[in-house]
């Protein structure tokens, strides 16, 4: 009996102070850690919990790298995820291990705004920080959806490109199937064309539809779109230097509409025979459900919009008052630079 009594006063006190300890090292995961500042860490891949618990150790994330390792057998954490981690000031070591576990990388934006060329999108991907690889060709344009884009470190620009040009056919899948009925856009690839137009048209959310119903309005009445991007498009496109790589950079002249391309759309009638930018959704949309009016003109109005008209007569009288507010402008400004012969009486601007 003797002997008996004394194993349970043993086992009594081995069972106090393991739960002691438990207590102990629970409190310990839980309390504030001995990071003092906000810090960010790679964790490579092939790194063990040891490895891993002795860098953050060194790295002052956590006070305990035995705790550290403890805590992942009991908590039965076989493997931790590597990546690019942000761990804040003071973060305890419970939400270290949690961090690690669920792989809760960083995670970076990069936004592609509407209208840009795919050569203009990738040189935004090569100047991305963190992402890996090279592209090796430039993607055909229109086949990439501008929109905010998350990424972690070890991502590649290649894997950014496929993941757009999958966006773009989600998008433009869905925004068929609820287009309008009776469009002069025979396909896909037309709408996105008529959507690129649109997009470098105006920067005017509101407008995107009503714009979108002149151009209806003139391929249905066989008229020649006569728009302003397209010819620019033309010339960047031809132009070896530039290569479609990015904006005219200046003013487009009279001499400029004779240009000899299929993207001429004063010259020849339709759409031209591609996109001329990447459409964001809200221009695919508008170009598949535009808005139904008269409109065949419309010309800047000097405030960011546009006027739009039914005849010429109006149309005139419209672009007349643009080039006094356009006048009044040149005169406000410090210097002005001298400007070649413009374009007579534009159709859009």
Known sequence: MKFIGTFLSIFILLSA?????????????????PLAEDKT?????????????????????????FLFKAAMKVMGIGTLKAGEYRFDKGIPMIDVLGKLENGQVVQRQITIPEGLTSHEIVRLLKKAEYLKGEIEAVPPEGSLLPETYSYSLGDTRTDKIK??????????DELWDSRAANLPVKNKEEAIILASIIEKETGVPEERRRVAGVFVNRLNKNMPLQTDPTVIYAITKGDHKNDGKGPLGRQ?????????????TYKYPGLPPGPIANPGKDSIAAALNPEEHDFIYFVADGKGGHLFAKTLQEHNYNVANWRKIRAEKEKKAISQDVIEEEVNEPLFE
């Open 163 to 172: 993941l757009m040009q999958q966006k773009m056919h989600e998008v433009l």
């Open 41 to 65: 860490l790679i964790i490579e891949q092939g790194m063990g919990g040891g490895q891993i618990a002795g860098k953050l150790n060194q790295e002052n994330v956590i006070s305990s790298p």
């Open 252 to 264: 487009l002249l009279k001499k400029d509409l004779q240009i000899d391309s299929p993207y001429n």
């Open 17 to 33: 102070i393991i739960a002691v300890v438990v207590i102990i090292g629970l409190k310990s995961l839980s309390a504030p850690g």
